[in-house]
């Protein structure tokens, strides 16, 4: 055997790595851990990404294969990102080649060369082509070429040959032929313009406030080494300008900054702030673009052209040539753990990055996580504080407004209608929120008591009325609208519950003139709605605004002074014991809307629970009091932060089937479980989904070391006992859902 084995992580359920002879003929040279390599993987040829190189192998060595490419000339990803992920698919317990898949992006995978591509040439017509084409008589017999020149002669700026397509069939040989004759000419097109280019003269920085210059000093002077800043900042208090003059100072050293934000909903209005003070090109990464830009804006990342990255979750793998700051915004929110496939939390994969580089990181939120909260007790975390407002806004007060026995208008009760019409009669913006898309999330009979189910999910399907479609929002099948009871055929069907399709539909007559604009993820489909919404919004074209979460944090609407919560009582009670802290989160956030500018605000809370122990401890003492009782039941309860978790799921099509996985998970776990705690197997909260049975089995532990080495064993006994095919199983560490 000659040559070094390759361990090759390639994209597979396998918890391991394969091992492959160096390509035919191939330098050696090149291969170093971090580039590509094309090999084959059974029957198919796939991407796989070389790890490291090996002496031996403990397979025979007539048994390997060689690898039949090598893609790359140098690493793809710099050493910092390769040791991240060698750490997260560890810690993740998950098999390496799916968690290097997901820190490409998807043209990368597939083997696209990593440079941006060169665009075709363009085709114009000459002086002399005009000529012939006005006197036409060298043309009688070329009826291809002259409709080639002719729509030539109408696009100056010149056409490439796969615009020209459709005007002849086979251009290029015709286009070819005009050439020879001097009648057009071919010329380099210009390069794709760099997305999300900033100012040409970036706009001054707004004055601090003492807290916030405060924030930045302190970051400023540990900008060349790690530490985890919790800025904690109340809503409007300007945690981004805090973001925007440490990016800054880390730019003024010629270094890179990422910053990661939860939701693409969230990008535009954080763009805009980069764009106006940041100079050069911005690197931005979410899976709201086509995979050309999404290639392109990591190329730009990876070369250091864009100084400052933006993006969600996956944008924490981004690969930068000097990085110097990694920023987590809104650092609470559940979106930034992934929940399938590879299943890691972006910040605690930041905080793990920064920890590797020697580069500080800054967690910032209005309403920290209980984890992020308890670290920052404990001195783990330096904690930031920014407890006032800045550009004269005020908290707004928060009233619980007790709608029980009162009556209703489609959700909204009259106290909560009247307070909307002196709002909007001051020319003021209303807010309302309300968590839940659709049009109603149940379709009922009045005859019989038929619901809407769902075919394959123990859920209902919501009622879409635009569309005349059910829907169901867990795995995705819809159908038309039943016209009469499909059990006793009456025609009396009623849609139950309110969603904001409803919402706005119900306000339109009670509010004639008024714009309204609705923002979740139906009406944001479509590219370019969401900022045109956000531009009608901030232009006073639309003064009632109804959303999801989508709506509730990270936007300034200066003109908001009413933010109602339609309907508070659907996270009051949770089967997950994190459903009192991520309402508490929400509530807060969207109350944050209101009045963050001169106008003062007021939020006002409709519930049938107006005694629920959260609900006064937010309205009279804050998040701090809430997040202060929270961490003692926490501790006394013996459940995260104060403990360690991991969820084993199972799904199978017979229910039976994922019990009977779990139950034999458990056995291979007793006699290695010493001093951590089973629970379960159990069936899911919501059992059926997507046609297919869940079950559950939670393993805790007080530390977190000696939860990894049983994980390390365990994994290790479910893939070699893995009998029954036909059970579908995942591991999920530290997970942030329990259904």
């Not at 706009?203 to 405060?214: G, K, M, R, T």
Request: glycine share 8%; with cysteine.
């Amino acid at each position: 055997m000659t040559g070094p084995i390759l361990r090759i992580a390639v994209p597979s359920p396998l918890y391991q790595t394969f091992d492959y002879l160096p390509p035919l003929n191939s330098d050696l040279a090149a291969l170093r851990p971090g580039v590509r390599v094309r090999v084959p993987f059974g029957r198919r040829q796939t991407v796989g990404f070389l790890v490291e190189l090996g002496a031996d192998s403990t397979l025979d060595p007539a048994l390997l294969r060689p690898a039949l490419a090598v893609l790359d000339h140098e690493p793809l990803l710099p050493a910092d990102v390769l040791a991240l992920l060698q750490w997260a698919h560890r810690y993740y317990h998950h098999p390496p080649g799916d968690a290097f898949a997901a820190a490409l992006p998807v043209l990368l995978r597939q083997g696209e060369p990593a440079a941006v591509p060169q665009p075709p040439p363009l085709w114009r017509i000459t002086a002399a082509g005009r000529t012939a084409l006005a006197e036409s008589v060298a043309l009688r017999r070329a009826p291809a070429q002259r409709r080639l020149l002719d729509h030539l002669a109408q696009c100056p700026a010149g056409l490439d040959a796969e615009t020209l397509r459709p005007v002849v069939r086979d251009c290029v040989a015709t286009l070819r032929a005009l050439r020879a004759r001097g009648w057009v000419e071919s010329s380099a097109a210009d390069a794709p313009p760099l997305p999300e280019t900033a100012l040409a003269v970036p706009i001054a920085p707004l004055a601090l406030s003492v807290a916030q210059a405060d924030a930045v000093a302190t970051v400023s002077a540990q900008l060349d080494q790690f530490q985890v800043f919790l800025l904690e900042g109340v809503t409007g208090s300007g945690k981004t300008e805090v973001y925007l003059r440490l990016i800054e100072a880390v730019l003024a050293q010629g270094r890179q900054a990422l910053a990661l934000t939860p939701e693409i909903g969230l990008t535009p209005q954080l763009l805009a702030r980069f764009r106006e003070r940041l100079p050069g090109p911005l690197a931005v990464l979410h899976s709201g673009l086509s995979d050309r830009e999404r290639l392109n804006a990591w190329l730009l990342a990876r070369d250091g052209t864009a100084k400052a990255v933006v993006g969600t979750r996956s944008a924490v793998f981004a690969p930068l040539r000097a990085p110097g700051l990694l920023i987590v915004d809104e650092e609470h929110d559940l979106s930034y753990k992934q929940q399938d496939g590879f299943r890691y939390h972006a910040r605690d994969l930041a905080i793990m990055r920064g920890r590797q580089l020697g580069i500080p990181v800054v967690l910032g939120s209005a309403t920290p996580a209980l984890e992020s909260i308890q670290n920052a007790r404990t001195g783990r975390y330096h904690l930031l504080p920014l407890p006032e407002r800045v550009g004269g806004g005020t908290e707004a007060p928060i009233l619980i407004l007790d709608v029980r026995r009162q009556p209703m208008t489609e959700g909204l009760s009259r106290p909560l209608l009247e307070r909307m019409r002196a709002h909007l009669d001051r020319n003021e913006q209303v807010l309302l929120f309300l968590n839940r898309r659709g049009f109603a999330p149940i379709l009922l009979c009045h005859e019989c008591g038929w619901l809407s189910q769902c075919r394959h999910c123990d859920a209902r399907m919501t009622l879409h009325l635009r569309q005349r479609r059910l829907t169901c929002h867990h795995c995705g099948d819809n159908r038309s609208v039943d016209t009469v009871c499909p059990l006793c055929g009456s025609v009396d069907l009623r849609a139950v519950g309110h969603g904001t399709e409803r919402l706005e539909t119900a306000l339109r007559p009670l509010f004639p003139g008024i714009g309204i604009a609705r923002l979740d993820r139906d009406s944001t489909r479509r590219r370019g709605s969401l900022e045109s919404l956000l531009a009608d919004i901030h232009n006073g074209d639309r003064r009632i605004l109804i959303g999801t979460q989508m709506l509730a944090k990270g936007h300034h609407f200066p003109d908001v002074t009413l933010v109602g919560i339609v309907d508070a009582d659907q996270g009051l009670y949770g089967v997950d014991f994190r459903s009192s802290e991520r309402m508490a989160q929400l509530i807060l956030q969207v109350a944050g809307r209101a009045g963050r500018a001169e106008k003062p605000g007021i939020v006002i809370i409709q519930t049938h629970h107006p005694d629920h122990p959260l609900l006064r401890v937010l309205v009279s003492e804050g998040y701090p009091a809430f997040a202060a009782a929270a961490l003692a039941e926490r501790q006394e309860a013996l459940l995260p932060p104060f403990a360690h978790q991991a969820l084993l799921r199972a799904e199978a099509v017979d229910p039976e089937r994922a019990l009977a996985f779990l139950n034999a998970a458990r056995a291979l776990a007793e006699p290695i479980a010493d001093g951590l705690e089973l629970l379960g197997p159990v069936p899911a909260p919501m059992e059926r989904r997507a046609g297919r049975y869940r079950a559950h089995l939670l393993v805790q532990a007080a530390q977190r070391q000696p939860l990894h080495r049983f994980l390390d064993r365990w994994t290790g006994l479910l893939w070699a006992e893995r009998k029954d095919r036909q059970v579908r199983w995942s591991l999920d560490v530290d997970p942030m859902e329990l259904y």
